[in-house]
Antibody
Framework: QVQLVESGGGVVQPGRSLRLSCAAS????????MHWVRQAPGKGLEWVAV????????FYADSVKGRFTISRDNSKNTLYLQMNSLRAEDTALYYC???????????????WGQGTLVTVSS | QSVLTQPPSASAAPGQKVTISCSGS????????VSWYQQLPGTAPKLLIY???KRPSGIPDRFSGSKSGTSASLAISGLQSEDEGQYYC???????????FGEGTRVTVL
């Protein structure tokens, strides 16, 4: 069965960096686009970034552009999110999510991890 | 404030039907497909509907989606206690160039 397990969250001071990981299993990781979606405490969902199945194409929300970098290692079935220059408003539960369709960017998230909490506070 | 507007809450008795609306504009719902997600308390979201009205495998036909113009709806028939949770609509926005989510609707089974 499909499993996505995020890790790397924690408490970090404003301006510092953090790297999130998402270990995938149960499907052909290299055939699907992968996303990061976040949810601030008690709030709704916000899409953060996507990386294409082959790692060649990446898109970001304006709120994180220039500060966050999404990447993937298909040999390790792992998705990453490098977060730099963190701000208080980046505090959220970060989910990795699989796109629905093979080798297409549909922005439909059919499997989600359990999330990893990032808290940005001094 | 999201570009997709959902009512904050909706409720119905067990076995009844509840309908959740999602209102947008020509730059999102009016020109693109809509999806719906269910988030039960303490869990990750789950895809219920994509392409306006398609259900992923494993999603019961009690859940149905529709779209008309710049609005979309999610209907849950045969409401069950385990359906209590938050429901989010989503659509691509051509102006913002990003997928946007509604603010969510909390469904309560009376």
């Amino acid at each position: 069965q499909v499993q996505l397990v995020e890790s790397g969250g924690g408490v970090v001071q404003p301006g510092r960096s953090l790297r999130l990981s998402c270990a995938a299993s149960g499907f052909t990781f290299s055939g699907y686009d992968m996303h990061w979606v976040r949810q601030a405490p008690g709030k709704g969902l916000e899409w953060v970034a996507v990386v294409s199945y082959d790692g060649n194409t990446k898109f970001y929300a304006d709120s994180v552009k220039g500060r966050f970098t999404i990447s993937r290692d298909n040999s390790k079935n792992t998705l990453y999110l490098q977060m730099n220059s963190l701000r208080a408003e980046d505090t959220a539960l970060y989910y990795c999510a699989k796109d629905l369709e093979w080798e297409l960017t549909e922005y439909y998230f059919d499997y989600w991890g359990q999330g990893t909490l990032v808290t940005v506070s001094s | 404030q999201s570009v997709l507007t959902q009512p904050p809450s909706a409720s119905a008795a067990p076995g009844q039907k509840v309908t959740i609306s999602c209102s947008g504009s020509s730059s999102n719902i009016g020109n693109n497909y809509v999806s719906w997600y269910q988030q039960l308390p303490g869990t990750a979201p789950k895809l219920l509907i994509y392409d306006n009205n398609k259900r992923p495998s494993g999603i019961p036909d009690r859940f149905s989606g529709s779209k008309s113009g710049t609005s979309a709806s999610l209907a849950i028939s045969g409401l069950q206690s385990e359906d209590e949770g938050q429901y989010y609509c989503a659509a691509w926005d051509d102006t913002l160039n990003v997928v946007v989510f509604g603010e969510g609707t909390r469904v309560t089974v009376l």
